[in-house]
């Protein structure tokens, strides 16, 4: 029987990466002694680098229909939609998110930056912006896939992420990578800072930022942490977070990552666990906005 | 920081070919996951044939576990020209893979 076309083609593949891998070894023999005494070796090197990269891609983890629940203790931002400063009337539809989202993809269908930005304003109360600063993301439309927990200090453990049951049974499948994030640990040890930025970080391709080969510190310095808002362009559920890690890659088809609790309420948790979100800098100097879920709130016209 | 050669390569011609295969989605990813390997690997080549011994030790430790600005830092300090460098060896292994599946679905 004649080897597939897909068989040939791995096999081709297989053997290139043999041959690089092979070449690493006899030209970097003492570098990869090195490693290999530090506990690694390269494929394994390689592999906690795939594993994350693949983590936006996992379908194979399912939590338990997290739609309805919520943690409790979560620190829902609400603030006070002002009809008179743009905000939809929701009073009679039947669901304000939905409705809100539709109008949003209408905003960015228009390609009108601060039309969409005035709309979030008056709709979320997010002061939400494209660029600060004179920075910006590679994308701001775009897939978010899951990824797992990071290390928030050193010598931390996947189960003090867990705080009660509910997490536990949301979040506790989700894992957590094998090493500390592309923008290092969240903050000082058992502070409610790390905490929350863990819990609500955003993975985003800042690498591909076009300000990254201009000023590698100061993008560094810009990107580490930043206040995000996403909001889910179908169902209008919208959740502000801070840049935690790199990712994912490329080929993955997708532009960023979210935490376990990010995807949960950008209503993502569960089946695929991906979907297409807007996202956009939190222009908030003054560190007002809590992360955490947004809601819509009350309109006070 | 993981991805730190993907700036330098586009990968759209590698994705369209693989989806022109006519074999399921799962199978599609398998082939793209396995081309960001040889790809990871080949960039960890370029790069450690740059870099003096105690460099590449740093460097390994930024790839593993360190933050985006150690290794964007290191390479901008160690590897001359590494943008251009990364690019050029990169495109080039896309092109030779992109060349062998198309040889392989024609044939």
């Known amino acids: 029987m004649p080897e597939s076309k897909l068989d040939q083609i791995q096999k081709l593949l297989e053997k290139r990466k043999k041959q690089v891998v092979t070449a690493i070894g006899e030209k970097h023999s003492e570098s990869l002694d090195w490693l290999k005494k530090n506990g690694l070796d390269l494929e394994e090197l390689r592999e906690n680098q795939i594993k994350r990269l693949a983590a936006a891609t996992a379908t194979g983890i399912l939590l338990l229909s997290p739609g309805s629940m919520a943690p409790a203790g979560e620190n829902h931002t609400s603030q006070n939609r002002s009809l008179d400063e743009g905000g939809l009337d929701l009073s009679d539809v039947a669901n304000p998110g939905v409705f809100l989202a539709q109008t949003l993809k209408e905003k960015i269908a228009a390609q009108n930056e601060s039309g969409v930005e005035d709309f979030i304003a008056a709709n979320f109360g997010v002061n939400a912006k494209y660029e600060i600063g004179g920075y910006r993301m590679n994308v701001n439309i775009g897939l978010i896939g899951a990824e797992q927990h990071l290390y928030r200090w050193a010598g931390d453990q996947v189960e003090n992420h867990l705080e009660n049951d509910t997490d536990r049974q949301m979040f506790g499948r989700s894992g957590i990578a094998p090493h500390r994030g592309a923008y290092g640990y969240f903050g000082e040890p058992g502070s409610k800072l790390a905490r929350d930025r863990e819990r609500y970080y955003f993975a985003i391709q800042t690498f591909l930022s076009p300000n990254w080969q201009t000023d590698i510190k100061g993008t560094y310095n810009f990107f580490r942490f930043r206040k995000l808002v996403a909001i889910n362009t179908k169902t209008g559920q919208a959740v502000v977070g801070v840049v935690g890690d790199a990712g994912p890659a490329k080929f993955t088809g997708k532009s960023y990552g979210g935490s376990p609790e990010i995807m949960h309420f950008l209503g993502l948790g569960s089946g695929p666990r991906k979907g297409e979100i807007l996202l956009l800098f939190v222009d908030d100097p003054k560190d007002e906005i809590p992360l955490g879920p947004v809601s819509l709130g009350k309109e006070s016209a | ?107």
Not at chain 2, 21 to 31: F, Q, T, V, Y
Not at chain 2, 59 to 76: C, D, I, M, P
Not at chain 2, 93 to 106: L, P
């Open chain 2, 1 to 107: 920081m993981l991805v730190f050669y993907e700036r330098f390569i586009e990968i759209k011609p590698l994705e369209e070919e693989i989806h022109s295969l006519e074999i399921s989605e799962e199978e599609k990813e398998n082939l793209k996951f396995l081309s960001a390997e040889i790809f990871h690997h080949h960039a960890l080549e370029v790069v450690l044939d740059s870099l003096q011994e105690e460099d590449k030790k740093e460097f390994l430790k930024a790839v593993e576990g360190g933050t985006e600005l150690n290794l964007a830092q290191l390479l901008k300090d160690k590897v001359t020209g590494y943008e251009t460098v990364l690019k050029e060896k990169l495109e080039k292994v896309r092109d030779e893979i992109v060349a062998e599946i198309r040889k392989v679905k024609n044939d």
